[in-house]
Every structure is written in structure tokens, then in C-alpha cells.
């Protein structure tokens, strides 16, 4: 019955037919009463003309006032202001219309305006107090929290509505972006527009814990928000989001919105054109970003995509979200295995996203290390050549620059070989990015971890730094890349500027802990850098988009880059053998 639903139109309609029926009633009530209940005939013909005058300036002057714009759940005391200020104009012109036109209303007893005004207030305020006595007497299901929303945007009036229906009582709204300002003294579903410049003066008025931020605001925005709301009595705020054109959401903020860096120049149809109607291939396609880019070439039109992974239980979750992928379960390091795969479904496009990525976990592992994600990289490299597949994106890491690791230093071996073998029929291309937020095993999923239990959050080093990216801008930025390579490049993603993991922390415990939490300092483990870079040198070249870089080629004799590889591989000095391929690779002690 969506009739019955309230909207602001129906609340109009209503409050104007009920103040016009209590205020005919308070009229003919001050009447009675200047008449003690019996009055004169004389003084009934002119009735229906004052009443006319009077009921029609009420009703005009609450509607000049503001006095229709309210949520009835919520009248407060500036609303119950505005139809104070409404009924005194409105008897004030009054008087004045019957000393200018008395024959108008002859006879009129005077005291009747005064009998008139108290009872008309009273009633028409105490029809809008009603439903809060209501709610109140009956106890309220819902816990109100009054509330400011910061921003405006097209669907503000869908998230007010989401708000309210949620127990949330928005005070008013704050218009941050230039565009807005324009708005500021108007309603929007009867919510007052604020300058910015009254947000503090409004948290401190009304003692606000709550605040919600508009989620399409710019994250440099948000951030400079949240620093203004810590110093304030906000102590939960929350994000709002629109599902559809019908539903919003509302969630705590999150560490991501904070840290994340939303690239402008992402060009979806760039995207597009690369991955409509072509077969791809991904390995490591069960891990966190391998996953991701399957997803993200699924909904870019993939003509039909090949997942690879060795892990059978990854491979099985992403085959479930995409069900009609063709799943091979099986390790780059197999030959045979990936021939026969070329062979069968003759791939377009091949993103090689496998390789183990741990840093301790590849220092203490350093053979299986190099096996997997060197000799398996070339293993891959070589078969995709000998299948002639068009285009190989290799994914890379920015630990690949300077190494202090193993894992670094085999990333940056794989990026040589990639760039140095002959690639035939091929296009070959690395792309270069640092940490992505939400991946597994990141930093940030092991201090919500550690602040749920209560803490400690431990770092390894008050000073270290990292970069960071949305998980899946940086895979959408990947495709980007491969899209406008063509063959040979090294792309390196602009990340941003680094991220202080120390500050990170302490930003997720006044995000996250309930309960002081300690931070605790271990020590750098062994491989870790303070920071990390994504350029060798300063001689990177610009692409049509700024997000998207590309660093010079280091030549290097393929035939003795293979020699090298294969010395490598069959050496138990894997440090110097690492090292004279990667002069730049300083091991650090565990």
C-alpha cells in the first residue's frame, strides 16, 4: 500500500488541512471563550471572513517560515521557533488589515486575537510534539543518533531517507564542495544546509559523538576531515555509500579510505577495447590479485578466461565466482602442462600474476623461492613465446628495485628476462606496482587482527614506510598498462606518496580499538627495507596517462642472462650467484 508510505508531499498536505481545521477550532474556541460560552449573533455573520483572513495568513506565513519543512518524528525547538515567528506575524498583520479595513470585520472583539494566538500555538505545536510523546511513551525501538552529514551529492535525499530509517537524526548538512555552496541556507528533505564553517560550531552545539561523511567526496577531502573530526567530540564516523538508485548504505570508515590513492585517469574504455571478446590466461589467478584481474576481465568483456593456480582450494574459490572459466590446477614450473593448455585454448592475452611474495618467508625458503618464481617465470615466458601468444604482461613489485631480499631480487631477475628475451610473434610487458590494500597477508587485515584481540599492534620499526593502492584500481591500472603496451616496456604504477606504517597503525586503533591498545616495535626482519622504491633512476618516460609511467631498459645479454639463471638455479651460493645478475641486491642479516 504505497499510499501509506510518507513522503515530504504528503507530510505538507496533511499539516496544512489539520492546521486549518485547528485553527478554525482555536478561532471559534476564543470566542466561546471571550463569550463565556454563548455568543452573540452579531458578532458569528463576520466569522467565516475573519477566519478566511486569519487561517489563510497562518497557513501562508508557516510555509514563508520554513515551518512545513520538518521530519514530524523529529520536531525540535528551532522548528517549534519558526511557527512562534509564524503566528506572531501572522495576528500582527492581522491588527494591522483591521485598522486598515475595520468595516471588513465589524464587530470584532479585539481580545479574541490574544485568546486566538496562545490557543492556536499551543495546539498546531503540540499536533507536532505528538508523535515524539508517542514514541516516547511507547519506547522507541530505535536508538536516534543525532547526527551532521558532511558533503552533497546528486542522492543526498536518498541518504537522508536511508538515514532516518536506520535511527539516525541528521542535524543538518554541511556543504563542502565549491559547487554546493550555492546551497547553503536551503533544505534538502527538509534538512538545513550549513556553510562548512559551521560544522565545529555545530558538533560542539548539539555535543555530537556521530558524524556521517559523504562517501563520493575526494579521499585528499575525507582525510582532511577526519583530522578535523579528532579533535572533536566525533568519536564514530561513518561513510555513506549508494548501493542503487534506491538504496544507500552506511558503514564505519574505513583505514582503505583513508590510505588509498584513486587514480583520475583510469579510462574504462581503454580497458575495454583491450579485454572485449579476447581469451586470457592468468596464473596465480587464486591469489589476491590474480583474482582480482579475473574478476576485473570478466566484467570487461572477456571472451572466455583460464584460470591457473597451484593452490586447489584458491583455484576453487575463484572458479565459484567465475563458473564458467576454465580451471587448471598445476604450477608454472610444469612445461608439459602449460604446452597442452596454449595448445587447447589458444590465449590472447597472459597475465602472469603467480610468485611467492613473503618476504620472511622467501628469505628462509630462498631455493624454492628462486625455483618458483624464476625458473617457473621463465618456464611460463618461454612456453607463452613458443605458443605464440600476443600479448604477456608480467606483474611485478616495487621490492624489485634495490633489492634487501630475495624475493625482490627474483622479481627483478623475471623483469630482465622478460625485457632482454627475443619475443618472436609476442609482446612482452612488466608492470610495477607496491602493496594493495585488502590483499592477503598485507599489514592491514594483521592489525585489525591484533586490535580485535585487544593488541599489542606490532610494527617492526617506527620509521618504515610503504606505498599503497586499492586493490582493484591497481589491477584495473595493470590492464591499463598492457593495453597501450607495446612490447618491451617496464610500467611502473604511481602509487602516490608513501604511507608511514606507524602512523597507519595509530590511525586503525582510533578507527578500530574500543580499548587503548600498545603499540609494540620487533625489529626489522630479515629482507625488510625501511622503504620502497619503484624507480631505479630518474629516467622513467610519461604515457598518455600520469598514473602510468615507464622506466628505462637494462640491457643484458639474453644468452648470458640464461648462463647466469642456470648457475643460479644449480648453485648452493645463491647470494653471489643473486648478486651477479642484480649488482644492486644488499642482503640484510635476519
Not at 49 to 54: D, K, P
Not at 448 to 460: C, D, N, R
Request: aromatic share 8%; proline share 5%.
Amino acid at each position: 500500500m504505497r499510499w501509506l508510505h510518507p513522503s515530504s508531499a504528503k507530510r505538507l498536505l496533511f499539516f496544512l488541512l489539520s492546521d486549518a481545521i485547528l485553527s478554525l477550532i482555536t478561532l471559534y474556541g476564543a470566542y466561546l471563550l471571550r463569550f463565556n460560552f454563548a455568543i452573540p449573533e452579531m458578532f458569528l455573520t463576520p466569522f467565516p471572513r475573519v477566519a478566511l483572513v486569519i487561517v489563510g495568513l497562518k497557513l501562508f506565513l508557516i510555509m514563508m517560515v520554513g515551518g512545513y519543512s520538518f521530519i514530524w518524528r523529529f520536531f525540535a525547538l528551532n522548528d517549534a521557533q519558526k511557527l512562534l515567528y509564524a503566528h506572531l506575524l501572522t495576528y500582527l498583520f492581522f491588527v494591522i488589515t483591521f485598522l486598515v479595513f475595520p468595516h471588513f470585520f465589524s464587530p470584532f472583539p479585539r481580545s479574541v486575537v490574544i485568546i486566538d494566538a496562545f490557543c492556536s500555538f499551543t495546539l498546531l505545536g503540540g499536533l507536532r510534539f505528538a508523535k515524539q510523546l508517542v514514541i516516547h511513551s511507547l519506547g522507541n525501538i530505535h536508538t536516534l543518533k543525532p547526527t551532521v552529514i558532511i558533503g552533497i551529492s546528486s542522492h543526498s535525499d536518498l541518504l537522508i531517507h536511508g538515514l532516518i530509517k536506520a535511527g539516525y537524526y541528521p542535524l543538518g548538512l554541511i556543504a563542502i564542495r565549491e559547487k554546493n555552496l550555492s546551497m547553503i541556507g536551503s533544505t534538502i528533505c527538509n534538512i538545513k544546509v550549513y556553510d562548512p564553517t559551521k560544522l565545529l560550531s555545530l558538533i560542539q552545539t548539539h555535543n555530537l559523538t556521530t558524524a556521517i561523511i559523504d562517501g563520493s567526496l575526494p579521499q585528499s577531502t575525507i582525510q582532511s576531515l577526519y583530522a578535523t573530526l579528532q579533535e572533536t567530540s566525533i568519536r564514530d564516523i561513518q561513510r555513506a555509500s549508494i548501493l542503487n538508485d534506491t538504496i544507500s548504505r552506511v558503514e564505519p570508515l574505513r583505514i582503505e579510505d583513508l590510505l588509498a590513492r584513486h587514480p583520475q585517469d583510469l579510462d574504462r574504455t581503454t580497458i575495454e577495447h583491450f579485454i572485449r571478446g579476447k581469451v586470457v590466461a592468468i596464473t596465480g589467478a587464486g591469489g589476491s590479485i590474480g583474482s582480482e584481474i579475473a574478476l576485473q576481465c570478466h566484467q570487461f568483456g572477456a571472451k572466455h578466461l583460464i584460470l591457473i593456480d597451484h593452490s586447489e582450494y584458491n583455484l576453487y574459490q575463484i572458479g565459484e565466482k567465475l563458473p564458467h572459466a576454465t580451471l587448471q590446477l598445476g604450477s608454472i614450473l610444469h612445461s608439459q602442462m602449460l604446452n597442452t593448455l596454449w595448445r587447447t585454448t589458444h590465449p590472447d592475452i597472459l597475465i602472469h600474476a603467480a610468485a611467492y611474495k613473503h618476504v620472511p618467508l622467501c628469505e628462509a625458503n630462498g631455493r624454492i623461492a628462486i625455483e618458483n618464481n624464476i625458473h617457473g617465470s621463465i618456464t611460463l615466458i618461454d612456453s607463452a613465446i613458443a605458443a605464440k601468444i600476443p600479448k604477456i604482461v608480467i606483474i611485478s613489485t616495487d621490492k624489485a628495485v634495490r633489492p634487501t631480499n630475495i624475493m625482490g631480487t627474483t622479481k627483478r631477475i623475471v623483469e630482465l628476462y622478460a625485457h632482454n628475451v627475443d619475443p618472436c610473434e609476442s609482446e612482452i610487458v612488466a608492470v610495477r606496482f607496491g602493496n594493495v590494500l585488502g590483499s592477503s597477508g598485507s599489514v592491514i587485515p594483521k592489525f585489525k587482527a591484533q586490535i580485535e584481540a585487544g593488541g599489542p599492534v606490532t610494527l617492526t620499526h617506527p620509521e618504515i614506510t610503504r606505498y599503497f593502492m586499492l586493490i582493484d584500481e591497481a589491477c584495473q591500472l595493470v590492464l591499463q598498462a598492457a593495453a597501450i603496451a607495446r612490447g618491451g616496456e617496464l610500467f611502473i604504477l604511481d602509487m602516490g606518496e608513501p604511507v608511514k606504517i606507524a602512523t597507519l597503525a595509530q590511525t586503525m586503533i582510533r578507527l578500530y580499538a574500543t580499548t587503548p591498545i600498545e603499540i609494540v616495535y620487533t625489529g626489522l626482519r630479515a629482507g625488510e627495507k625501511l622503504y620502497e622504491e619503484l624507480l631505479i633512476d630518474e629516467s622513467e618516460h610519461k604515457t598518455m596517462f600520469e598514473s602510468i609511467l615507464i622506466a628505462r631498459s637494462t640491457p643484458y645479454p639474453i644468452d648470458q642472462l640464461r648462463r647466469d639463471i642456470d648457475h643460479l638455479l644449480s648453485t648452493s651460493e645463491i647470494v653471489p650467484a643473486l648478486q651477479k645478475i642484480v649488482p644492486e641486491f644488499r642482503a640484510m642479516g635476519g
